[in-house]
């Protein structure tokens, strides 16, 4: 037997991946599952961003690109930055890579080594606590509260800080939870962190996705101070529907993103090309479709939300934004259900994909336990039908 290296004995699998190929694997039996794992949006890529791949293949442009993007995706990240967020960065300010989590991990790379703390709001997105373990540092969760909307507040960042304190990952608006961050909230986190000189991870790949008119706000704006100690990171996977294309980016100090940069250089050097090309067209021409979809994950989260909160025993924090909901199930834990005690999150969900065909991600995956999580990136049909289901099963706990 190979002994494999201790860094990769202290991650775990994807959770999330993890209930998804169990669905996928009944509905492959020919069962009826209706699944919320999905963390993907359910709409095509957009007809004028796969011509322009189409396009850039016809083309000839097949081969290396600069490591970091070409000028022309740089340019257009840029412009994007500057006029959706009012921020102002130079090309070697950007990094492009294979998706969000590429751009995160490059960071945790270049910025973390043993006796660091990340600290990292629960409930969070599954890889943050993985990909710090990866490279040797310490991930320190702090449980924040359903009642501020799942929001860490200044005081319980403060708290969490110590010497050894590199980073802070933001995540707004949040997957798992929905849950975004105001301006004023913005200012009171940015203010402890420019105090202590804490790096702020700021991942926004949901900034478009939000509801009721909400203000998306990134931190790197609000003044030159939190900017210097800032890295956001943005990508094309969930905003054009292009999880499949990879495609991902940083945008922060020289000095870090040349260090990514570097790294990337020895690792996978530059992103699939056409992807490149395609996300030029995806961030120049008109973003008019997002409306559409926008308007549709709200009448979709209008939906859910009223449900769960109607059924016995379940509160259902209503999101500002993402395509998640993440009601709180902890009520019918300890009770019984088909002849057997659930005592767990897990074992809940597990229940409701084997005895009544719907398929949620257990809350104790993004480190909540005693919730869970639902993608509504899926039909109203699916949806009405998976908490048709979810009422039903409720019944059987006594
Ligand atoms: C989907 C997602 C990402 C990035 O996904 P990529 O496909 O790698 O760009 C990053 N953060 C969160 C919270 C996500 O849900």
């Known amino acids: 037997m190979v002994k494999l290296a201790q860094r990769i004995q202290k991650v775990k699998p994807s959770p999330t991946l993890a209930i998804d190929t169990k669905a996928k694997a009944m509905k492959a039996e020919g069962i ?3 699944g919320f794992g999905a963390g993907e949006p359910d709409f095509d890529t957009p007809e004028h961003i796969k011509q322009a791949a189409i396009d850039a293949l016809h083309a000839g442009k097949t081969k290396y690109t600069p490591v970091g993007g070409v000028n022309e995706l740089k340019d257009a990240i840029l412009a994007k930055l500057k006029r ?24 945790a790379q270049v910025l973390l080594e043993a006796g660091d703390e990340v600290i990292i709001p629960a409930p969070y997105w599954v890889s943050y606590p993985d990909q710090v373990l990866l490279n040797d540092a310490k991930p320190v969760v702090v449980e924040t ?21 590199k980073a ?10 929905g849950g ?9 986190i940015a203010e402890v962190l420019v105090r202590k000189n804490v790096v702020c991870i700021s991942d926004e790949i949901y900034e478009k996705i939000v509801y009721d008119g909400f203000e ?4 790197a704006s609000l003044n030159d101070k939190i900017k210097a100690l800032t890295i956001t990171v943005n990508g094309a996977s969930k905003v054009y529907s292009m999880t499949g294309w990879r495609m991902g ?27 490149q090309w395609a996300v030029v067209a995806a961030l120049n021409q008109s973003q008019d479709f997002l409306k559409d979809w926008v308007k549709e994950f709200q009448r979709r989260r209008d939906y859910i939300v009223k449900r769960f909160n109607g059924m016995p025993g379940i509160t259902c924090y209503n999101p500002q934004g993402a395509f998640y909901v993440f009601p709180n199930i902890s009520s019918y834990l300890g009770k019984s259900a088909g002849g057997k005690k659930i005592e767990t999150d897990s074992a809940f969900c597990e229940y409701l994909l084997e005895k009544h065909l719907v398929a949620c991600v257990a809350g104790s995956g993004f480190g909540a336990p005693g919730y869970m999580r639902l993608s509504y990136a899926t039909s109203m049909a699916n949806i009405e039908k998976g908490l048709d289901r979810i009422e039903k099963a409720l019944k059987d706990f006594a």
């Open 84 to 107: 959706d967020n009012g921020l102002t960065y130079t090309r070697d300010e950007i990094l492009v890579s294979c998706g969000g989590k590429h751009s995160l991990y490059n960071i």
């Open 216 to 219: 998306f706000v990134s931190i």
């Open 180 to 188: 975004a961050y105001t301006r004023s909230e913005l200012e009171a």
């Open 32 to 34: 009826d599952v209706v």
């Open 249 to 275: 980016y940083a945008a922060g100090p020289k000095e870090i993103i040349g260090a990514m940069t570097k790294l990337q250089g020895q690792v996978t050097t530059n992103i699939n090309s056409m992807t």
């Open 168 to 177: 802070f990952v933001l995540n707004s608006p949040s997957n798992p939870t």
């Open 145 to 165: 509260k359903e009642e501020n909307g799942f929001k860490i507040t200044p005081q319980e960042l403060e708290k969490a800080i110590t010497s050894n304190t």
